[in-house]
């Protein structure tokens, strides 16, 4: 099974420190962000590893190379300096990632989310069961969560009343939830999501551990104390 590490995003919130370094290349700690992720990958058995990159991307090859640092195998999906969103890049490297599940992980979070658990979710999905995802409860920038848990595992993108929780950037998928996008174009992923969800093609859990979106300089020092946390 491979992974993918989504770290084309551009970072503004971040800036002026992703104006000349790549988010996924910013230090938390003894590690970079996406390092930390190389990192837990390893340790629960992954080896292929597919990073796609936008802005600066090229620094993203120059540091991590070959993976060999890391004892993985990196191949990389340039998108170019614009990026092609969530969806779309995926999309873009699926000839990389191969016609099994993978799992994919946002490059700029920080979590302790247990990735060796992708390897049975990924024998539950199907041309019908197009992914798992994590969710975890909102945070203060997102309030207003994004999917709904049921009882029975499926996610909805609503329900009246029922309370919505955050999507970690943490999932599992089929490449099957990417056949309609064009190769690439632009897409994200929030409404193949949810066009899944109306069938009943996504399912999820709760993650209550560690789980940080670092997306503001102020987060990027929470991230740093949490890895010198261990």
Known sequence: MKAMILAAGRGERMRPLTDT???????????????????RLRQAGFTDIV????????????????????????????????GLETAGGIAAALPLLGSEPFLAVNGDVFTDIDFQAAFVLADTLNAHHLAHLWLVDNPPH????????????????????????TFS?????HPMLFSSLEIGKSAKLAP????????????????????LDVGTPQRLAEAARLAGNG
């Open 169 to 173: 950037g943490v999932g599992v998928y």
């Open 192 to 211: 193949l999501l949810r066009d899944a969800m109306n069938n009943d093609g996504v399912s999820g859990q709760k993650h209550t551990g560690v789980w």
């Open 51 to 82: 990073i796609n990159h936008a802005w600066l991307g090229k620094q993203i090859e120059e540091a991590l190379g070959s993976g060999a640092a890391y004892g993985v195998n990196i191949a990389y999906s340039a998108e170019g300096e614009t």
């Open 21 to 39: 370094c790549p988010k996924p290349l910013l230090t938390a700690g003894f590690d970079t962000l996406i390092g930390h992720h190389l990192r």
């Open 142 to 165: 997102h309030i207003a969560g994004d999917f709904v848990l049921l009882d029975n595992g499926c996610l909805k993108a609503a329900k009246e009343g029922a309370e919505k929780y």
